[in-house]
């Protein structure tokens, strides 16, 4: 495996996971009171968001040709951070 490769499926493995535990947080939110509930679902929309925009950032890195892969990396750890921001501060409102 090229180290190319290996960062591809990194960052496809750190996505699913955040992803899998989203699930989590999201049944949590679920069962929230009332009044708390719709801010809940508001920003689970968001870190639905943030998720979409990751996976296609991923999806161009897989189809990046060598001119553009250390572009695309760049781009790619910024939206998977802001990815992980939003889920970790998401988490700690439950």
Excluded: P, T
Excluded at 4 to 20: F, G
Excluded at 23 to 38: G, L, M, N, Q
Excluded at 45 to 68: F, N, P, V
């Amino acid at each position: 495996m090229s180290k190319r490769d290996i960062y591809i499926e990194k960052m496809k493995l750190q996505l699913d996971e955040l992803n899998a535990k989203m699930s989590v947080v999201e049944a949590k939110a679920a069962e929230a009171k009332d009044d708390v509930r719709e801010k809940y679902n508001e920003e689970m929309r968001k870190l639905r968001h943030h998720s979409k925009l990751a996976l296609a950032k991923l999806d161009q890195l897989k189809e990046a040709g060598d001119e553009s892969w250390d572009k695309l990396v760049a781009e790619m750890v910024k939206v998977s951070d802001a990815f992980k921001h939003s889920f970790n501060y998401f988490k700690s409102q439950l």
